[in-house]
């Protein structure tokens, strides 16, 4: 039985970072498009993949604390570094994408979020506004973020080094 939760947790990771894939692939186009429409055609993108994301980040989650008890690792130090790595790095990412990408909706006039409600779309802003703000999206420190966490994620997992 192990095995197979271990299976379906790891299944659950591919389409988890398939879905946020577009997330990414926005991120690292935002910064070359200028037209309002495209941008918006982004965002859009991204969005659409969010509820399988989601469905993958909790699949994720009840399946790795499932291995978690049928392998007898909650003892060990490797399984709560993980969970709270998981805590770090998802706060990061909210952090980062709502700094970037926050006021380049608001420009956009397209709704932000807060908590679980949509807030009121604001007039957008002037072209040159919104070519400035897509312009200062950096990519970076997210990508790092998500690639970095993943690969400890894989170490933490593979190597259980504690």
Do not use: C
């Not at 946020?20 to 690292?28: F, K, P, Q, R, T």
């Not at 009840?62 to 770090?88: H, Y």
């Not at 970095?148 to 593979?158: E, H, K, Q, V």
Request: hydrophobic share 60%; no cysteine; proline share 6%.
């Amino acid at each position: 039985m192990y095995l197979w939760l271990v299976y379906v947790h790891a299944i659950s990771v591919i389409l988890f970072v398939l879905m946020h894939g577009a997330s990414h692939s926005v991120l690292l186009r935002i910064r070359h498009e200028r037209t309002p429409d495209r941008l918006r055609a982004l965002f859009d993108l991204s969005s659409s993949t969010y509820n399988l994301m989601f469905l993958g980040l909790a699949l994720v989650v009840v399946f790795g604390v499932a291995a978690g008890v049928a392998g007898s690792w909650w003892g060990t130090g490797w399984i709560w570094a993980a969970l709270v790595l998981g805590v770090v790095v998802s706060a990061t990412m909210f952090f980062l994408a709502q700094r970037s990408f926050g006021p380049l909706r608001r420009a956009l006039g397209m709704p932000l979020f807060s908590g679980d409600k949509a807030q009121p779309p604001a007039p957008a802003a002037s072209d040159d506004e919104i070519a400035a703000l897509a312009a200062a999206v950096q990519p970076l420190p997210m990508t790092i973020a998500g690639i970095g966490g993943l690969a400890i994620f894989m170490w933490l997992m593979l190597f259980k080094p504690f």
